[in-house]
Nanobody, 128 residues
Framework: QVQLVESGGGLVQTGGSLRLSCAASGRTVSSYAMGWFRQAPGKERVFVVAVTRSGGNTYYADSVKGRFTISRDNAKNTVYLQMSSLKPEDTAVYYC?????????????????????WGQGTQVTVSS
């Protein structure tokens, strides 16, 4: 089992950048496919980005392509979400998630029920 703790959220102006971290404990992140989801106020949680266990494939939501980048540092047992050119519509609670095994399709990576472990979330607020 793995425990996930997100950090790095905060308040940023439109056009700014933030880097979120997802620190894992219990097992190494290299054992999992990893993803980020977000939930805006009054809305359902939605997929943002995922990376396969090997790191060979990444999947991005159309709304963040070209602006967000997922990466993993196995030595630090941490997954990152680098966010740039932030917009007010990026305001949400961001959740890190882990899947035992890996993804073999982008469709599966988008689905919440494919993930086995979740962090508690970190708030990102983008002011206009």
């Amino acid at each position: 089992q793995v425990q996930l703790v997100e950090s790095g959220g905060g308040l940023v102006q439109t056009g700014g950048s933030l880097r979120l971290s997802c620190a894992a404990s219990g097992r190494t992140v290299s054992s999992y496919a990893m993803g980020w989801f977000r939930q805006a106020p009054g809305k359902e949680r939605v997929f943002v980005v995922a990376v396969t266990r090997s790191g060979g494939n990444t999947y991005y939501a159309d709304s963040v392509k070209g602006r967000f980048t997922i990466s993993r540092d196995n030595a630090k047992n941490t997954v990152y979400l680098q966010m740039s050119s932030l917009k007010p519509e990026d305001t949400a609670v961001y959740y890190c998630a882990a899947k035992d095994g890996t993804f073999y399709s982008a469709v599966l990576a988008h689905l919440e029920d494919q993930y086995d472990y979740w962090g508690q979330g970190t708030q990102v607020t983008v002011s206009s």
